[in-house]
């Protein structure tokens, strides 16, 4: 893996998407995290968590369709919010220690179930830097709300909230 700290990163991306009480953790803090400095990744991560109301909802497992066995999609939604964590499942330890880039992922979209009737806001996030890379709107109908996923190689996030786009 080089010191390039994508076990770490698909470790506390995961963990916090699947209704767990934290971040994974790690025990190499000393031999591993520290010396290659990777706290970045925790960084990045806590940039997006920020603002968030864990504690004023009820946070469950978000459904979607996704229909791709190149992709995971994990998430968490409550009321009519959701985040998500998109996945490219090339991306990990044993393809970067060997050299494999994993490929772009595109032409990816999934339907999120439970979403009540309402207009939305998607904001994408790189998961990489920490920084929204788009927003766009959305509606649900029926209760699905349709996502189409920005061409990614590694990861992506998103949060989801209603309202519109500021002009």
């Not at 916090?16 to 971040?23: A, D, P, R, V």
């Not at 309402?118 to 920490?130: F, K, L, R």
């Not at 929204?132 to 509606?139: G, H, K, L, R, S």
Request: glycine content about 8%.
């Amino acid at each position: 893996e080089n010191g390039v700290g994508v076990h770490l990163h698909n470790g506390i991306w995961a963990s916090t998407f699947s209704n767990s009480c934290g971040t994974a953790a790690s025990w190499w803090w000393d031999t591993y995290i520290d010396p290659n400095e990777l706290y970045h990744h925790y960084r990045a991560l806590a940039d997006f968590v920020e603002g968030i109301d864990w504690t004023g909802y009820v946070w469950q497992t978000a459904e979607t369709d996704v229909d791709s066995s190149d992709v995971r999609v994990i998430g968490l939604k409550a009321d009519n919010e959701a985040i998500l964590w998109v996945h490219n499942k090339d991306s990990d330890w044993y393809n970067l220690y060997h050299g494999v880039d994993p490929e772009n992922i595109d032409n990816l979209s999934f339907e999120l179930q439970g979403m009540p009737d309402d207009n939305y806001v998607i904001q994408w996030w790189d998961t990489w830097e920490g920084k929204v890379i788009a927003e766009e709107e959305a509606q649900s109908i029926d209760g699905s709300l349709f996502v189409q996923v920005p061409t990614f190689d590694r990861d992506v996030a998103l949060k989801i909230r209603p309202g519109n786009i500021a002009a």
